[in-house]
């Protein structure tokens, strides 16, 4: 210990004023892992954190729309090609549910349960607009989600940029909420963040198909020339794991070979088969061939035993737009049947 005596204003010291202080210890130098220990906390406090960032859900509507203004299947196949296998694993699995026309994977059993009465309410209140605004584009467009598109199309959104994270995340949070007012609010936070083309497809998925002229199976077909994969691979793995998100996964890290048949997992069964071109129909199904219409918009015509049609679901659709089909189909028995209002209707 050493002492330190107090002076006072005359430079004398006072005894008194005396204290005690310990003398300085010697310095002892850090070990080496100590040092290690410090770097490695100042690495992990003070370095920036790689933090993932989704892809922006606007580029995957700028490709939903670059598939639906064509009606070609190799630039269809193209587009899809180039955005698929530019996304990070995350992303990738999302927009490929998304292209499928679903929230969630097939084997997912949640369900959006959104209402007409709610999704229009918030189409409404997004656009400022009236029901019968809403009623007269559904005249001219007979899709929810063009509907959607021309009420929106002029409304800036606001908020962040939506994000294929962001839609997922809403779709999982609106599907786990429960009551139409959840429901509902959930869905307009959603909303004032989509812009017009936005609000189209995600109005589209929440009413079951985007309508864009894509088959599930051309879906495949797409993912698997993104990679390099066989085609066929890659619709095996899609109907043994229910997810055609987890399907593009696979196909990117050449895993397509892992999926097996699993007890209580639903498959995704088709007892047609796929052809690419006409060509191909003949080498596997030799002629005579029998060849029947499909008009779109009438899901099936049933006989009834009093002798009139009923159509379903979409008959007076087809009606407006198909008028020579309408015709034709309601000439068999002279009337058809509307399913909603169980009236009969004059051809």
């Known amino acids: 210990m050493h002492e330190v005596a107090a002076r006072d204003a005359g430079g004398c010291c006072d005894d008194r004023t005396a204290v005690a202080v310990p003398a300085a210890s010697t310095e002892v130098a850090e070990e080496p892992e100590q040092q290690q220990d410090h770097d490695e906390r100042f ?13 922006r859900f606007a580029n995957w509507v700028s490709t939903a729309d670059a598939v639906r203004a064509t009606t070609k299947k190799l630039e269809k196949m193209a587009a899809l090609g180039t955005y698929l296998g530019g996304l990070e694993d995350a992303d990738l699995v999302v927009a490929a549910r998304l292209f499928a026309g679903a929230p969630f994977p097939r084997k997912d059993e949640r369900v959006l349960s959104v209402g007409w009465a709610a999704l229009s309410d ?5 656009s400022s607009r009236s029901g019968d605004d809403m009623g007269a584009s559904y005249q001219r467009h007979a ?7 021309e009420l929106i199309a002029a409304m800036p959104p606001t908020g962040e940029p939506l994000t294929l994270a962001d839609v997922e995340g809403a779709f999982g949070e609106i599907a786990g909420l429960r009551g139409s007012n959840a429901k509902r609010d ?6 004032k963040r ?6 189209r497809y995600i109005t589209k998925i929440i009413s079951g198909e985007t309508r864009i002229g894509l088959r599930e199976g051309m879906l495949e077909d797409a993912i ?13 793995a899609n109907m043994l794991t229910g997810d055609i998100g987890d399907a593009a996964l696979r196909a990117k890290h050449g895993t397509l070979e892992e999926p097996t048949l699993t007890h209580f997992a639903p498959l995704g ?16 199904f030799p002629p005579p061939y029998i060849v ?6 009438i899901a099936r015509v049933r006989r009834r035993a009093r002798g009139a049609l009923h159509a379903v679901p979409d008959a007076a659709r087809t009606k407006r737009h198909v008028p020579r089909a309408a015709r034709e189909a309601a000439g068999v028995a002279g009337r058809v049947r509307h399913p909603r209002t169980r009236r009969a209707q004059p051809a």
């Open 224 to 236: 698997a020339k993104a990679f390099g994969r066989d085609r066929e691979q890659v619709s095996r």
């Open 43 to 55: 690495e992990h406090d003070f370095l920036p954190r790689v933090v993932r960032v989704s892809d």
């Open 122 to 126: 918030v189409l409404l209140e997004r």
């Open 194 to 199: 989509a812009t017009g083309g936005e609000a």
């Open 292 to 297: 029947e219409d499909k008009y779109d918009g």
């Open 143 to 149: 899709d929810l989600g063009d509907v959607a598109f």
């Open 269 to 284: 069964m088709m007892l047609a088969t796929p052809v690419l071109d006409l060509g191909e129909v003949g080498q596997r």
């Open 186 to 191: 959930a869905l307009r936070a959603l909303m």
